[in-house]
């Protein structure tokens, strides 16, 4: 369980966070959390609730300022809290060596013929600063017994990309206006995009990527190994589920993340990437609920980026990356010297494993690829990772392949005191690792 004093110290901050300036928030929407068996309250100004896990709802309003203090004051409310935006221009990356598909080559010595193998350092093994991908693969004995759902909640994903294994809703038929499969969507077959509503509020379907970063995150995560085209992703049996919950200025709102967390939780997802942040929080727990409730109710485990400010997160928090879930693993980046990225987050308390994060090569829309770095390549490469360990090891629990992510790590002497497990995320490590906790 992670340190209580962190959870102290951010209570700490939030009560602080009250008596200032609300940070910048959507002007009619906000989170409600009521009491087990409370009825929902009539507020004047309030034109919806939408229920979106548990007693947590999504609340529409014409006058918002007058509907928190309403419902502030209301004996069936826990919490009520305003719909805080990200913080924009974090989504702002730089994109170098752009090529196309590439050309079938035989990379002696490796087990994939992906033509820009070579360009792919965060797979080698650990002396060479990767997270030891290549070696896992060339001494595999058995084959994964489990497809894993590892959803991409970013700005979207390329579902055309000629390299990328997109999760497919089967129980939904496309294009005929109709909830097929009664989940609260109509024509989901690819994921959802929950920047865009209808008429009633819904989650609309259209969720491509016109940004890059989400593809880009994708193809890291799962990107077809062996297939003579482009890169290899870290995991081989896994199916990447699109959920467009970031704009391309990255100034995502709460009720979206809280949203997409949990629609990707119902429909499959075993593992969540979460490449994105914000610096305030004002209190909000309605994300850490909801991760909270997928990891109880789902088994899912979130994995998300450190943030790339160069800070410690113990003294200046970065949400989701700081709140104190048991299913919540966050992840720093480093470089392929192996130390840590000048640009990452990091902080003993707050960050557990680093993973490779600088000049990482990966998709882009378009059947292209090139360069990226931030905090946000090293989660996806983390994320792979837990999605390659439990389709070998599907009953693990998420906070046991959470711990297990942590204790296996390739340990880097400079870490120490930077993060909880002291380095860098190891495939081949983590393999054996759950095997031994499993007692296989």
Known sequence: MKNLLLTLVLGLLATAAYATQPAPHSPNRL?????EGASIPSV???KSWKRLFEQVYMVTTTNLEGAYTKLQNDG?????ERDYYGRRDKMDVTISDVQGPGVAKENKGQPFNDPYLSKQWALTNSETFGMSVLRAFQSRTSAPKQEIVVAVVDTGIDITHQDLPVWKNLKEIPNN???DDNNGYIDDVYGINVLVRDSQGRATMDNR????????????IGALQNNGIGVAGVASKVKVMGVRTVPNDGDELDTDVVEAFIYAAKNGARVINGSFGKAHNEGGMAVSDAIDYIGKNYNTLVVVAAGNDSDDIDRTPTYPASYANDNLLVVAATT????????????????????????????????RYGNMSGTSMASPNTAGVAAEVLSFYPELTANELREI????????GSFSGRMVSGGRVDLQRALAEAGHALGQ
């Open 76 to 80: 069936n409310v826990v919490y009520v």
């Open 209 to 220: 990527d016109t940004h890059s970063h989400g593809t880009h995150v994708s193809c890291s």
């Open 44 to 46: 004047q100004g309030v």
């Open 336 to 367: 392929s010297s192996g130390g840590l990225a000048y640009f990452s987050n990091y902080g003993a308390v707050g960050v557990d494993v680093a993973a490779p994060g600088n000049n990482i090569y990966s998709c882009l829309p378009g059947n």
């Open 31 to 35: 989170l409600v959390k009521l009491h």
């Open 177 to 179: 206006g109709i909830d």
């Open 405 to 412: 992510l942590i204790r296996s790590v390739a340990k880097v």
